[in-house]
């Protein structure tokens, strides 16, 4: 008998069934905004997008003179999986520098950007059933992260009240019998909030005395204001040390988020299982992306605090525009770029049902693309990045002003 093509369709469906750990995946809140800004866009749509956390700056020159040049003295091919030596040194002496911590080339892994390593953190560390301790406002990929590799995200609620970190109180309550890390994201991403050295220190007490990991997501660390400072939660002692993976990279501090270099440093036998994993799904880092990142952390910093003075005075310009805003209410943010302004009085009287309806609505009306804060897991928030010009963050503030003040209801 001979099989139709649609019984040849059905069949190879069924093949094709999609594996259980992506089907309660959760696609990325940011990225789908800003692939329907960059549509409008290209409709012919002045859309202002405040949606995507990169930095607006090239890369600087002196990066970009390194990957040429190493491209070009036929440094080309594959390297160690877990990264090139030379790499490897500059991000121990990085850490030494910034953070005065020590640590050998085995306690370092190289992936491609701060999200693989994470990822790859997380595929070597949890088993089945195992709980990560994720504070709201997060990022967005952490829970989707844990998921993947089996693990279970418990969330833990920081309030505005408490300027959106978590306290030993609410991280000692959250802990089972089945904790097997907590994470620590300063400065925070979407909230731009900073823990100071006290409160890490108390946060590193009670994982020492429940003896669970600390994932220290250090990424916004140079992008920090006023008089605020970035302790790494590694630095507070050696037993801190012991149980901390610190993930860093240089895509926000050198504005080099297409070249997708991160790093984990910790553990080495963990760092050895990750290298592992990594060898067998990615082979290793790009080879010139690698090169660049030597420079970014051997060269010259002048541009990274070029960069970081831009993003302040851009703040620092439009923070009170955006409170003025009816409805609004806005924390000053201590480092990284983003605003994370609570939108609940806002969405309530201007008459829409919920702050994602809102959002599409300011794109579909307003042209001006922001991050609905469900993806954060703070519903009443939307997250605006001021990593884009002064003028056209000053222009989209007043957009988002018309249009609350159009559709206010008394």
Same mark, same amino acid.
């Given at each position: 008998m001979v099989e139709t093509h649609t019984e040849f369709v059905k069949g190879l469906r069924n093949l094709l069934t999609l594996a259980n750990r992506v089907k309660t995946l959760t696609p990325s809140t940011t990225l789908a905004i800003t692939a329907k800004a960059n549509e409008l866009k290209a409709? !012919?749509?002045?859309?202002?997008?405040?949606?995507?956390? *990169?930095?607006? /700056?090239?890369?600087?020159?002196?990066? $970009?003179?390194?990957?040429?040049?190493? &491209?070009?003295? !036929? %440094?080309?091919? /594959? +390297?160690?999986a877990g990264g090139l030596p030379e790499l490897k040194q500059a991000i121990q002496d990085k850490l030494q520098r910034d953070q005065g911590l020590s640590y050998e080339k085995p306690e370092i892994m190289v992936?491609?950007?701060?999200?693989?390593? $994470? /990822?790859?953190?997380?595929?070597?560390?949890?088993?089945e059933g195992d709980e990560v301790i994720i504070p709201i406002p997060y990022w967005v990929s952490y829970p989707e992260q844990v998921k993947l590799a089996g693990g279970v995200p418990v969330y833990v609620e920081a309030t505005a009240s408490q300027s959106y970190k978590i306290t030993p109180?609410?991280?000692?309550?959250?802990?089972?019998d089945r904790t097997k890390a907590v994470i620590i994201n300063s400065p925070s991403n979407p909230t731009g909030m900073i823990y100071t050295k006290e409160e890490l220190q108390e946060l590193a007490e009670v994982c020492r005395k429940a003896d669970i990991l600390i994932v220290s997501d250090e990424i916004y660390e140079k992008l920090i204001y006023g008089n605020a400072t970035h302790t790494s939660v590694a630095e507070l002692s050696e037993d801190a040390k012991a149980r901390t993976i610190i993930?860093?990279?240089?895509? %926000?501090?050198?504005? &080099?988020?297409?070249?997708?270099i991160g790093y984990a440093a910790g553990d080495k036998e963990l760092i050895k299982a990750m290298t592992d994993l990594a060898s067998h799904s990615t082979s290793n880092p790009v080879t010139t992306s690698q090169y660049a990142a030597i420079e970014a952390y051997n060269g010259s910093q002048d541009a990274v605090e070029e960069m970081r003075q831009a993003? *302040?005075?851009? $703040?620092?310009?439009?923070?009170? %525009? $955006?409170?003025?805003?009816?409805?609004? +209410?806005?924390?000053?943010?201590?480092?990284?770029? /983003?605003?994370?302004?609570?939108?609940?009085?806002?969405?309530?009287k201007t008459g829409f049902s919920s702050v994602d309806?809102?959002?599409?609505?300011?794109? *579909? *009306?307003?042209?001006?693309a922001v991050i609905p804060g469900s993806g954060f897991g703070a519903h009443s928030t939307i997250r605006l990045s001021y990593a884009t010009s002064l003028e056209l963050l000053e222009q989209a503030v007043e957009r988002i002003n018309e249009f609350v003040q159009k559709h206010w209801k008394e």
């Open positions: 409709q !012919g749509v002045d859309v202002i997008g405040l949606g995507a956390g *990169e930095p607006d /700056y090239n890369t600087p020159q002196n990066i $970009l003179d390194a990957a040429t040049r190493s &491209m070009q003295q !036929g %440094k080309t091919k /594959y +390297t160690p992936g491609i950007g701060a999200k693989h390593v $994470l /990822y790859t953190l997380f595929q070597v560390l949890l088993n109180q609410q991280l000692s309550e959250a802990i089972t993930i860093n990279g240089v895509s %926000k501090s050198h504005s &080099m988020t297409g070249w997708r993003f *302040e005075s851009r $703040l620092e310009a439009i923070f009170p %525009k $955006l409170t003025a805003i009816p409805g609004f +209410t806005v924390l000053h943010p201590q480092g990284a770029f /983003y605003l994370l302004p609570d939108v609940s009085e806002a969405v309530a309806e809102f959002a599409q609505a300011l794109l *579909e *009306e307003a042209n001006v």
